[in-house]
Structures are given as C-alpha cells and as structure tokens.
C-alpha cells in the first residue's frame, strides 16, 4: 500500500509533534491534523510560529519548515479521514471521572467517538493507529465498531504508541529509543504493519522498529510508564529515610546508578511526579488487573501512586511545620508550575497539590513559571473543586519576573527543575525576602552550600 496522505485525529501534545516530525522527514506525504477544538487549531496555525499551542524545545522549527508544504492543521475532520490512508487517533484518554471505574480506568468515550465517525466517513480501506495511551484490548473495541458498519470497508488496527516525554519531544521522535508497532498476524495484518514501518523507515533504523502482536504492543506502553514511575517513588521513599538517617540521596542515587543492571536514569529525588501519563496509566493497569482478580499486582502497582501522592503532601507538610506551624497570611513564592522543565503543561503536576495544601492552609501563593500562564494556575487549582475560583483567585498570583515574585515572600519553593533557576542572583532575592529566608528546593537544583552561605535556610529532598 503506498501511503500518500496521513490523517491525525486530535492536535495535542502527542498529536501535533509527532505528526509534525512524520510531515518533516515524509515530505511525500501529506499529514493532516485535526482537532475538534477550533482555538487549538487556530493557534497550531498562528502565522507567527512561536505561538503554536504547545511549547517543545525545537518544535517551532519544525512546524516552521513543513506547515504549509505537507503539514496541515485543520478542524474539519471528515474530509480528512475521508481521504488518509492512514488514520492515527491522538486523542486525550483521562482517568474516567465518573460512573464504574471512576479515579482509575481510562475514559475511552474519545477514542469510540473517533472510532464511530471513522466508521461514518471511510469510503475504502483504512488503516487506524491507536496513537494515545489505552487499556489493553482496546484495539478490539475499535475494531468491533469499525467492523459493523456494513459498507465493505475494511479497516486494519495497529497499536503504535508513542514513548516521547515532554520537553525532549522533538529530540525523541527523531532519535526514538525504539519504534513498537503491534498489529494482527493476518496476511492484511502484516500488510499495514509494513505500511507504518515503511513510514518511519524515512528517518528510523531498520533495528529500531519492533512489531508485536496488538496486545503486547498495547501492555508495553503501560508497563513502560509504569516501570518509569516505580523507579520515581522507590528514590523518593528513600528520600524520606535519607532525611532521618543523615544519609543524602543524590549520593545514593549515584552510587546505584552506576550499576549497570540499575542505570542512572529516572533517579533524580523530587517533589512527586506529574504529567498526563504516569499516574493515569498505572492507575488503568491497576485497574486492569483487578478486573481480572489479581489483587495483589494491583496492590503492588498501586503503591507507586500511594508513595508520589506521600511525597507530594510530605513537601507541602514540611513547609508548614519548618515555617513554624502557620502559614496563614505567609506569601510564599512557587518558582515552576509546569510538571517538568521545558514544557508548558501542566497536567498532573506537583505544584497544583503543593499549592492547594498551602492556600488551605490560608498561605498566598505568588507563582513564576517561564512558560505557564496565570490563567492556567487557575484553571489547574478550579478542576481540583477543593474551594470557589473566587477563593482561589485571593490565594494565588502569578508574576512574569521571578525577583518580582520572590520580593516580601517568607519561603521559595523550587516545583520545577527549570534551568534558569539555578542561575538566579540569589543575594539579591536573598535581600528582598522576609527573614529568616527560607528556601525549599523540590527539585534538589540549587547550590546548597552557596544559599546557605548568604544565609538562606535552605532544605532540599532527601538529606
Ligand atoms: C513519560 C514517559 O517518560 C514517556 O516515555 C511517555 O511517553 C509519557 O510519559 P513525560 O510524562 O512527558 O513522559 O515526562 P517524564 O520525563 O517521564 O517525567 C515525568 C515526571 O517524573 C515529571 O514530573 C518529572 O519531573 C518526574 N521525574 C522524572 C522525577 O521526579 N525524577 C526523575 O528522575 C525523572
Ligand atoms: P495528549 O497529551 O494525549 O496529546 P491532549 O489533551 O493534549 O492529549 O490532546 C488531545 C486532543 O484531542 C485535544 O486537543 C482534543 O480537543 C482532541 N479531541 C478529542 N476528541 C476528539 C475528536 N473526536 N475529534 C477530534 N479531536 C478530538
């Protein structure tokens, strides 16, 4: 099958850089976004492509070189699926909020939304790629609804999920660790997977493309982000022994991350992990295994959720109580809301918990996020419902200069590995600050010693 027109259904942030990195190294292909949210469209389409929605290090480049030439970003998604061959679906699957399953399975009314007007539209035969992360078995349901619709078409399913973190999105679709395509071991099957692998042969080594059966392919991305988040929360459990002990877990990380059977990656203590994926898919395998009885996986992966949530409120805590037991009135200054550096999403990152602990707690937060804008700090503290927006407004500002934030404040918290942070002239924040100064450093990023000497009473995580 030769692929000349690619369609993505949903412009976020796996949607849109992933496509835009095919559209770049396939300029023989035509690749075509799509997304019901007509803003979002509009701003992947802002004639000055620094405005493009969704802040990746390199991405404007990319979007710059090939929007236009085969890059296209557009709200009308029939015409698209009418005429792709191959059809991804990047669409959001949030933990379901509702109904059975509610706070643990994934919300799949999107993907069946897709499903169903792919199944509406396709005149011929399609092949759909499940882009975004999903339970086990899904590719199942799709296929059902694909497969009823009585016009003939016939559709193939790959599972194709996609591994690149926020804020190296661009660096990892180009150098992707690997490239896992799971398709079924029919004839047709094959066929597709051959489709999708000769895509990605325009710029990944042959040996870097991996092809599974449907479910492996589908179990690998929730193992993966669940195996990533395990190492998270085994560090930060032994942050808080470090904390008792005198021991000081940089040094420890560093000292089994130098074995080879460890590795050093993904041991860095911290605040709690965020972001979209980790909490929500393990939550999802939790979920998975209760629903075939295995309790006890279940409870062995739900651990690593009980321990980020721990470390979370165990940072807001340790606020409280080193500030002397109240914060109320207290300002305090939040450097970073993004769940990690070099990206401007938000979701799930510590700083929102960390935040709604202290406003409770009747402290004023005063936020500098390079990238993340007030309205967003508000949005994220509203979805958590703890309080009216209007309460929440009086508890949290957000400034545009770090200095401007950190003046008058009584403590720093550091929720954000941001690089400029480290850079700051901390004398002069040093000098600002209500005194004594306190600084709590989430992320472990600032020189200890040199913030101690001006005289800041500093506290990282884990020594
Ligand atoms: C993750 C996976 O890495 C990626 O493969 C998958 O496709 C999506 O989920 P992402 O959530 O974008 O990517 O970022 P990641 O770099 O994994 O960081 C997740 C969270 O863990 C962040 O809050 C980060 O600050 C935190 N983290 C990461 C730590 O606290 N310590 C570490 O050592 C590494
Ligand atoms: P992710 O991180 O998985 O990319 P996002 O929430 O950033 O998630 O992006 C998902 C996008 O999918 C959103 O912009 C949303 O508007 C879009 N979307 C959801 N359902 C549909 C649909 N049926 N058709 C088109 N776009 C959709």
New binding site residues.
């Given amino acids: 099958m030769k692929i000349t027109k690619i369609c993505c259904?949903?412009?976020?942030?796996?949607?849109g850089p992933t496509m835009a990195i095919i559209a770049q190294k396939c300029p023989q292909i035509q690749v075509t976004v799509?997304?019901?949210?007509a803003e979002?469209i509009a701003d992947w389409n802002d004639e000055d492509v620094n405005n493009i929605p969704i802040y990746e290090p390199g991405l404007s480049q990319v979007v710059a070189e090939a929007r236009g030439r085969n890059l296209f970003f557009s709200t009308e998604?029939d015409k698209a699926i009418d005429e792709a061959q191959i059809i991804f679906i990047?669409?959001?699957?949030p933990t379901k909020t509702y109904g059975k399953g509610k706070g643990m399975a994934a919300d799949l009314k999107?993907i069946e939304?897709?499903a169903r007007?792919i199944a509406k539209i396709a005149k011929d035969n399609k092949i759909v790629v499940e882009k975004?992360t999903l339970p086990v078995r899904t590719a199942e349901a799709i296929k059902s609804i694909l497969d009823n619709t009585g016009n003939g078409v016939q559709f193939q399913i790959l599972s194709n999920p996609e591994f690149l973190a926020e804020g190296t999105a661009v660096e990892d679709l180009l150098h992707p660790d690997r490239i896992l395509i799971g398709g079924d071991e029919t004839a047709e099957g094959q066929k597709a997977i051959q489709a999708l692998v000769d895509v990605y042969s325009n710029w990944v080594a042959p040996e870097k493309i991996l092809t599974t059966n449907v479910w492996s392919s589908e179990l690998s991305k929730l193992t993966a982000n669940a195996f990533l988040a395990q190492r998270i929360s085994s560090i930060n459990a032994l942050s808080e022994l470090c904390e008792k002990t005198g021991a000081n877990i940089n040094e420890v990380a560093k000292a089994i991350g130098m074995d080879s059977r460890i590795g050093p990656k993904f041991l860095k203590a911290s605040v709690g992990f965020g972001g979209?994926c980790f909490q929500k898919d393990i939550l999802n395998l939790v979920y998975i295994a209760k629903s075939y009885g295995l309790n006890e996986v279940a409870d062995y992966w739900e651990q690593v959720i009980i321990m980020n949530d721990h470390q979370k409120k165990r940072f807001s805590n340790g606020i409280v109580q080193t500030l002397y037991n109240t914060v109320a009135d207290k300002k305090i200054a939040f450097l970073g809301w993004a769940f990690k550096k070099d990206t401007n999403d938000t979701r799930e990152s510590a700083a929102i918990y960390v935040a709604n602990d202290l406003i409770g707690e009747q402290a004023k937060i005063a936020v500098y996020d390079p990238k993340v804008s007030h309205k967003k700090v508000l949005a994220d503290l509203d979805y958590l419902e703890t309080r009216s927006s209007k309460k929440n407004e009086e508890g949290v500002q957000s400034f545009e200069n770090p200095y401007e934030a950190c003046k008058d404040v009584h403590a720093i918290a550091i929720l954000t590995e941001w690089d400029e942070f480290a850079q700051y002239d901390w004398q002069k924040i040093y000098n600002g600050m209500q005194k004594p100064a306190f600084v709590f450093d989430g992320r472990n990023i600032l020189n200890a010693s040199e913030l101690k000497k001006i005289g800041f009473i500093y506290q990282g995580i884990g020594a």
């Fill in positions: 259904i949903g412009a976020g942030y796996v949607g799509v997304d019901l949210n979002r998604v990047s669409v959001n699957t999107y939304l897709c007007q975004s979209s």
